[in-house]
């Protein structure tokens, strides 16, 4: 499943810089998640680390997104492929 930035966002950008797969960008005062690039951190930590890290708490799972752990290694194993 990938994650959702919610309305709380503080536009801090700690999540931007933590993502691995460079998923998180800034649009209109706070980060957006692009689920195509979202893993979840799967293939490089043991948590997200944008959720780990959120000072505001923000982060949550994006129900609109839902996808198993092995179908996010599966993500993760093709992104790397292009990196």
């Known amino acids: 499943m990938a994650l959702l930035v919610t309305e709380d966002c503080i536009n801090c950008d700690v999540c931007q810089s933590l ?27 043991d948590a997200p680390q944008c959720v780990e890290n959120c000072p505001s708490d923000c982060v949550i799972e994006d129900p609109d997104h839902r996808e198993s752990t092995g179908t996010l290694l599966q993500k993760h194993q093709l992104i790397a492929s292009f990196g």
């Open 19 to 45: 993502c691995p797969n460079g998923a998180i960008s800034q649009a209109e005062g706070a980060s957006l998640i692009d689920p195509v690039l979202c893993t979840e951190c799967v293939g490089h930590f």
